[in-house]
């Protein structure tokens, strides 16, 4: 797919889909707090929620304190709605609409969180992107948290084609430039009742 379709696509999905008419709608996302309460970051720590869209992760970062805070995505859309949703308390977040693949990060991040974007990167080029921006972005000893879909997950989110991770590939994808912590799988339940087994791992910069 050629990025303005990509693009389009998104757009289109927050556009036309309420919140919970998406198969990744998190009413709280559990799993990116426990891995955020592990490190401990100062309420002042640089965070980026990355292919963050509309979800609630920005708001749990927060209620606990958290005020430099960038939320990047694709979708002017979902960045619109994710402003709507927080009022007053967006003034905490700064908004970025961005391919990731093209993001120029103009500060340094403490902790990187994804939660199902990396996993639509396909080709070599585009992953090898993610990785470097990634590497170059992220403080030493900062930390980065993925979620893609596992190998017992969909081939497929938003109709659009992903690729699954084991913890072997996803390391292999990060330890040049990290160490890995841990990597967990979790069953994530859709609002239409289907299970969705999801790899979630973290890495801290050398
Ligand atoms: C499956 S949704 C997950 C949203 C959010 N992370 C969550 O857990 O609720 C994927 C998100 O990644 C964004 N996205 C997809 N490809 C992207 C890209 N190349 N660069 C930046 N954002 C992208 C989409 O707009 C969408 O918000």
Redesign the pocket.
Known sequence: MEKNE?KQH?ENVFATKQETEVS?F?QYPKTSVAFLELFNLPLDANIIDV???D?HFIDALLEKGYHNIYL????AN?IERAKKRLGEKAKHVTFIVS???DFKPQVKFDFWHD???FH?LTDEEKIYKYVSIAEEAIHKNGYLILGTFSDEGPKK??GLEIKQYTETSMSARFEIAFERIKCIREDHTTPFNTTQNFLFCSFQKK
């Open positions: 990509i998104w990744w998190q292919g963050g869209g979800s990047l995505d694709i979708s979902a391919d990731i693949t939660r199902a974007a639509f989110c938003s």
